[in-house]
């Protein structure tokens, strides 16, 4: 059973729904693989805990608001 694994910050659920969507409907167009066995899993990570460039995405977002 073919497994997709998506990490991201937080989404809500209908962002959820659409991306395991379009994730399975790209691999079953690339792979010819039936979409029934694919296997989607979401990890959300919280925006405390993933950084870019050194900073949290927290303080990304906060810098990203101001301006």
Do not use: H
Not at 20 to 48: C, M, Q, Y
Not at 55 to 64: D, M, P, Q, R, Y
């Amino acid at each position: 059973m073919p497994y997709i694994s998506f990490e991201t910050g937080s989404l809500d659920k209908k962002t959820k729904q659409e991306l395991i969507e379009k994730l399975t409907e790209v691999a079953v167009n690339v792979t010819g693989i039936p979409k029934e066995l694919f296997f989607v899993s979401i990890k959300e990570v919280k925006d405390d805990n993933i950084a870019v460039g050194g900073k949290t995405v927290t303080e990304i977002k906060s810098a990203l608001s101001r301006n």
